[in-house]
């Protein structure tokens, strides 16, 4: 998969799984084109979907229910959001310009700051999509503006934003996704390495612009009390087998022995040397930065972890 192939252009889209080496492939390359789905698509993401859901079944039978929320998800759901006037992110993102603004602000301090490098501003609440390619824009008197060319792509209102929704040329950011899935009703998150920062640094910038613009005390308390508000999960389990190649040799039952036997053990098991964490720059330079006291546990950014 490529950066925008999630919102490509209009298909049709089919899977082929051409080995990218001659002479590779063999058994499971067959294996799995029998089980892939035939028809065509219109864009990749309706492909992986029902994808997922042929091989979810049949590699994990009952023990998982399978939900997979993409891109279009997220933008049809900000668009229920903002199409009703009475909703929390309809009047205070597009009403009270002063809590965007404020927002803008706290992703521009924590990016100059000492926790820089892990919560950046790589756009102003929406992507904007053309051509199969994904551009950032700026919030700039009330419109959304391509900062390379200067061209308006849309005003910061709920007609504009609704339209370009339907019509996926602008998709919510990823601030924008954490806060109508997680931050907004109160949901745990489980994501990546990387998010046991970033997340909580979005929950300290929501919570400063909800401060700075004197709106909703509630929230606020509610998000300074919550003390599990999420945890990484993601690539850490280290074990002998390869749950693709269990599930490809078609073992009877051991792909429910595999999940019996992880699930049985402790999440810090799981994780073994942590090896992802111990060699990943990002986190060798928090650590330097740790340990020359440039950031601290105490530190307001790291309030909402």
């Not at 699930?263 to 994780?271: N, Q, R, V």
């Amino acid at each position: 998969m490529i950066g925008y192939s999630l919102l490509a252009g209009r298909g049709p889209y089919k899977f082929e799984l051409l080995p990218t080496e001659p002479n590779t492939g063999g058994d499971a390359l067959t294996l799995l084109r029998a089980l892939l789905p035939k028809t065509q698509f219109e864009r990749p993401a309706h492909a992986i979907k029902a994808a997922n859901l042929t091989l979810w079944p049949k590699m994990f039978g009952g023990h998982f229910s399978f939900l997979q929320i993409d891109d279009e998800d997220i933008a049809d759901l900000v668009a229920d959001h903002l199409s009703d006037e009475n909703s929390w992110l309809h009047m205070r993102l597009l009403e009270d310009p002063k809590f965007a603004s404020n927002i803008l602000a706290g992703l521009d301090a924590i990016a100059s700051g000492p926790w820089s490098g892990w919560l950046a501003r790589g756009t102003d609440f929406f992507w904007f999509y053309e051509n199969g390619k994904r551009l950032p824009l700026r919030l700039v008197a009330g419109e959304l503006i391509d900062p390379a060319t200067g061209m308006k792509v849309a005003c910061f209102t709920a007609p504009d934003i609704l339209e370009r929704l339907a019509n996926r040329s602008l998709v919510p950011n990823l601030l924008l996704m954490f806060l109508v899935l997680s931050i907004l009703p109160g949901v745990r998150a489980l994501g990546g390495s990387y998010q046991p920062i970033y997340y909580p640094l979005m929950r300290y910038v929501v919570s400063r612009a909800l401060e700075a613009t004197g709106v909703d005390e509630d929230l606020q308390q509610a998000l300074a009390s919550d003390d599990v508000p999420g945890a990484w999960g993601h690539r850490v389990i280290e074990c002998d087998d390869d749950p693709l190649e269990v599930f490809l040799k078609g073992r009877n039952g051991a792909m429910s022995d595999l999940i019996g036997r992880l699930g049985d053990i402790s999440f810090a098991e799981a994780c073994g040397s942590m090896k992802g964490f111990v060699t990943d720059p990002s986190w060798n330079e928090l650590h330097s930065r740790l340990r020359q006291g440039l950031v601290t546990p105490s530190d307001a950014e790291w309030a909402f972890s």
